[in-house]
């Protein structure tokens, strides 16, 4: 069955020092992931996706994510924190094998805080 | 930027009572969606929805769940006798084609609380 951990449930990175928050994943086939943010009150905010190619994907506020085959991995990263980016982050999956199309399986989220 | 969006921001309802969510997904997108994150749990999905029919469901959209498109814009869960059980915030979302490689995009949601 598919799944999706994140390890962490928060996170704690100063202000301008790099932030990991970390995915792994679990199919059958071939992944598609993605990123996304919840900030307080907020709905999910879609960040970057791997489909295919480059194992480097850049997306929205500086973010990016590498995808790692081997280690089943997709950590999202960013080099320089902003308090601003303190919010909840879900990794979630898509499989080619799977008999599903549509729906996406998520991580549990992790809390990113960034102290100033 | 276009936007999904989802109303009550809130419901407060009573166990049995019946409840519409409203959303109104992106305009040029297809295929619609609902999932629902109960407190401290993971997001789950619920049912995918396009051209008028249900795509796909999970277990948990059992027969007290029914989704609708009433007109061109909206697009509605509705819960028949709610349980507290349903509590949690539930979660809409567009994508503008299928296709593993699509995103969703998701409204705020709305928290719903069962009485």
């Known amino acids: 069955a598919q799944s999706v951990a994140q390890p962490e449930d928060q996170v704690n990175v100063a202000e301008g020092n790099p932030l990991t928050v970390k995915c792994t994943y679990s199919v059958s086939g071939n992944p598609y992931l993605f990123w996304y943010v919840q900030y307080p009150n907020r709905g999910l905010q879609f960040l970057l996706k791997y489909i295919t190619g480059d194992n480097l994907v850049k997306g929205s506020y500086g973010f990016e994510a590498e995808f790692n085959k081997s280690q089943t991995s997709f950590h999202l990263k960013k080099p320089s924190a902003l308090v601003s980016d303190s919010a909840l982050y879900f990794c979630a999956v898509r499989d080619l094998r799977s008999h599903s199309n549509y729906q996406l399986i998520w991580g549990a989220g992790t809390k990113l805080i960034i102290k100033p | 930027e276009p936007e999904v969006t989802q109303t009550p921001s809130h419901q407060v309802t009573q166990m049995g009572q019946e409840v519409i969510l409203r959303c109104v997904p992106i305009?040029?997108?297809?295929?619609f969606y609902w999932y629902r994150q109960i407190l401290g749990q993971k997001v789950e999905f619920l049912v995918s929805f396009y051209n008028n029919e249900i795509s796909e469901k999970s277990e948990i959209f059992d027969d007290q769940f029914s989704v609708e498109r009433p007109d061109g814009s909206n697009f509605t869960l509705k819960i028949r006798s709610t349980k507290l059980e349903d509590s949690a915030m539930y979660f809409c979302?567009?994508?503008?084609?299928?296709?593993?490689?699509?995103?969703?995009?998701f409204g705020p949601g709305t928290r719903l609380l069962v009485l």
């Open positions: 979302a567009s994508s503008e084609a299928d296709g593993l490689q699509e995103t969703q995009y």
């Open positions: 305009s040029n997108h297809l295929y």
